[in-house]
């Protein structure tokens, strides 16, 4: 079983700025930027879920080496899970 991660650990290995962003900002970042895409609805909303969507398929796709199989599955379960709730605000609004 793997350790827990401590609070104050670094997002990503590495210089760059998501290895200077503390978890609690990362997470409370995007789930600004889902609820606002939620509440704002129609086109504007389904494109920032849509670019929440992208940006989480990039760190997908660079930390993909680094995952086991049951976290790689659960990270593209819950892509497709934004990807479809996108797609729904588009179409309902």
């Known amino acids: ?4 991660r401590s ?3 670094k997002l990503i290995e590495g210089d760059g ?12 970042l ?10 704002v609805g129609g086109a504007v909303g389904a ?13 997908l796709a660079v930390t993909w080496q680094a ?3 049951s ?3 659960g990270r593209v379960f819950i892509l497709a899970v934004l990807v479809a709730v996108a797609v729904s605000v588009l179409l309902t609004k």
């Open 47 to 59: 494109l920032l879920l849509g670019l929440l969507a992208a940006g989480i398929a990039v760190l």
């Open 67 to 69: 995952l086991s199989s």
């Open 30 to 39: 995007v789930a600004a930027v889902f609820v606002v895409g939620i509440l």
């Open 17 to 28: 700025p998501l290895s200077r962003m503390p978890p609690v900002a990362g997470f409370l």
């Open 71 to 73: 976290e790689r599955a």
């Open 1 to 4: 079983m793997r350790e827990r």
């Open 7 to 9: 609070m104050k650990a």
